[in-house]
């Protein structure tokens, strides 16, 4: 990644990490997987409600079938 590609990416989650839209899911000290949420609004009934995106929702190999992405979701979901 560029210099300006890597600072753009650390900004970017700094702020989804400041907001409480960075997750993890750990086995002691090692992240097992991760993943965020987006912001957007919806229109719904004739107003804007508040709803959510996942994104970049990743599991490391040797942590798969194991409930990581399970665990991971349902963070992400009431996150």
Request: hydrophobic letters at 40%; charged letters at 20%.
């Amino acid at each position: 990644m560029s210099g300006s590609g890597a600072d753009r990416w650390r900004a970017v989650n700094a702020e989804l990490i400041a907001d409480g839209r960075q997750f993890g899911v750990f086995d002691g000290d090692q992240m097992a997987g991760c993943g965020k949420t987006r912001g957007f609004e919806q229109v719904w009934h004739g107003r804007l409600v508040p709803m959510a995106g996942m994104a970049g929702i990743t599991v490391l190999p040797e942590f798969r079938g194991r409930g990581v992405g399970t665990r991971l979701m349902r963070g992400l979901s009431i996150g």
